[in-house]
């Protein structure tokens, strides 16, 4: 099974709102990303966690907010989002490790914010 | 930053038409996946390659991983519709830990039936 789920498939939200994407794999992956992608653009990462723990911040603003709540879920808390934020939010996984790069990737969150 | 550029952007054949697609850095990675995307849902992996000089066939489709690690190309053979899609190639730096994936700028393929 290498399986990455998403939820929701789609989300509306205004600037004002807080709403959370959740993602979870059950691969025993121990690394888990989150990307965004915007229109006719390939994903630019965002956060990575190795074994739980925030490794990777790519100098994301703090309106989003990942958590890391055990091995197997990830979660990006989102709060007074701008327009410009809508895009697709993708989840991955992968195993840690030298030689262990593969991710995969779940289907991702249709992001519109108003 | 580790640039992986990929060429062509865009791809429009006739089906049962031969094509490459290729992914070129200046950058060695420690392995390259490729990845087929439909509008609106995620990356989905089609192949890894990992030893430089790698061949790896998934029916029609042939990869190769460049003898240095730093490029790789797609062949698909007798192209059908359901090809049509975003193609990304993405390569896994050298690093150890978990790793960023530096992926191509993406390659849009229509087949025309």
């Known amino acids: 099974d290498t399986e990455v789920t998403q939820t929701p498939k789609h989300l509306v939200m205004g600037m004002t709102n807080k709403k959370s994407l959740k993602c979870e794999q059950h691969?025993?992956?121990?690394?888990m990303y989150w990307y965004k992608q915007k229109a006719k653009k390939p994903p630019e990462l965002m956060f990575v966690?190795?074994?739980?723990?925030?490794?990777i911040n790519e100098s994301v603003p703090s309106r989003f907010s990942p958590e890391c709540p055990n091995s197997s879920l990830l979660n990006l808390h989102l709060h007074a989002l701008q327009p410009e934020d809508s895009a697709l939010y993708l989840c991955?996984?992968?195993?840690?490790?030298?030689?262990?790069?593969?991710?995969?990737f779940g289907p991702g969150t249709r992001l519109t914010v108003l | 930053t580790q640039l992986l550029e990929q060429s062509p952007q865009f791809l429009s054949i006739q089906e049962g038409e031969n094509l490459t697609v290729y992914c070129n850095s200046s950058?060695?990675?420690?392995?390259l996946q490729w990845y087929r995307q439909e509008p609106g849902e995620g990356p989905v992996l089609l192949v890894t390659?990992?030893?430089?000089?790698e061949v790896k066939k998934l029916k029609r489709l042939t990869f190769q991983f460049g003898d240095a690690r730093k490029d790789s190309s797609l062949h698909i053979t007798a192209a059908q519709p359901g090809d049509t899609g975003l193609y990304l190639c993405?390569?896994?730096?050298?690093?150890?830990?978990?790793?960023?994936?530096?992926f191509g700028t993406g390659t849009r393929l229509t087949v025309i039936p």
């Open positions: 390659v990992v030893t430089g000089g």
């Open positions: 691969m025993g992956h121990r690394a």
């Open positions: 966690y190795s074994y739980e723990k925030l490794s």
């Open positions: 991955a996984s992968s195993q840690e490790g030298v030689g262990q790069d593969t991710q995969y």
């Open positions: 950058s060695v990675f420690s392995s």
């Open positions: 993405a390569g896994a730096g050298v690093q150890t830990g978990a790793n960023n994936l530096f």
